[in-house]
T-cell receptor, first 116, second 112 residues
Framework: DADVTQTPRNRITKTGKRIMLECSQT?????MYWYRQDPGLGLRLIYY???????NKGEISDGYSVSRQAQAKFSLSLESAIPNQTALYFC???????????????FGPGTRLLVL | QKEVEQNSGPLSVPEGAIASLNCTYS??????FFWYRQYSGKSPELIMS????GDKEDGRFTAQLNKASQYVSLLIRDSQPSDSATYLC????????????FGGGTRVLVKP
């Protein structure tokens, strides 16, 4: 089984609808992240959480909200979807950095979202 | 100016040749640097990380970091068709948490 899973894998919705993307991990990591990817723009950070009680905005949080239900679960919501939120969304996890500052992020398989 | 810049490519490389990818970053306080490989429609996977100036080798991959010039590069030796992918450079300022800033990626095509 995959260590980081995302549901749904594909979603088509209409403008104005509320939708939720879910992420679960079995890696036991405290840190979780949500990114979106648009062609040619790399990945951009939406929200991140370093533990269950910690939620932080990333560089493009407007129009999104998150919920950290447990260490293993981190959900992303689009309160009122709009067409420019059409993108590929990735969840990622990471453990605490080593004493040398090394830290690796592990990505889920992604959710392809189309907002009509 | 973007925080992390990469040439979008495509970088076309004959099989067996060396592919050279470059990445520049704008924030001098950046402390750690990563190269991710992403196949079309798939999630990014980490292939190299580097934290100190100089070279770091791992199999056919070599990462090079020059903090004074604010660039990091990736060399892929003996390129194979399976290396055809988009390579994402990511930079972490360190300090409070691992927040990565990604470049737009360089698409590499290895031709048999």
């Amino acid at each position: 089984d995959a260590d980081v899973t995302q549901t749904p894998r594909n979603r088509i919705t209409k403008t104005g609808k509320r939708i939720m993307l879910e992420c679960s991990q079995t890696k036991g990591h405290d840190r979780m992240y949500w990114y979106r990817q648009d062609p040619g723009l790399g990945l951009r950070l939406i929200y991140y959480s370093f533990d269950v009680k910690d939620i932080n905005k990333g560089e493009i949080s407007d129009g999104y909200s998150v919920s950290r239900q447990a260490q293993a679960k981190f959900s992303l919501s689009l309160e009122s979807a709009i067409p420019n939120q059409t993108a590929l969304y990735f969840c990622a996890t990471s453990d605490l950095p080593s004493i040398f500052g090394e830290e690796t992020q592990y990505f889920g398989p992604g959710t392809r979202l189309l907002v009509l | 100016q973007k925080e992390v810049e990469q040439n979008s490519g495509p970088l076309s490389v004959p099989e067996g040749a060396i592919a050279s990818l470059n990445c520049t970053y704008s924030d001098r306080v950046s402390q750690s640097f990563f190269w991710y490989r992403q196949y079309s429609g798939k999630s990014p996977e980490l292939i190299m990380s580097i934290y100190s100036n100089g070279d770091k080798e791992d199999g056919r991959f070599t990462a090079q970091l020059n903090k004074a010039s604010q660039y990091v590069s990736l060399l892929i030796r003996d390129s194979q068709p399976s290396d055809s992918a988009t390579y994402l450079c990511a930079v972490n300022r360190g300090a409070a948490g691992n927040k990565l800033t990604f470049g737009g990626g360089t698409r590499v095509l290895v031709k048999p």
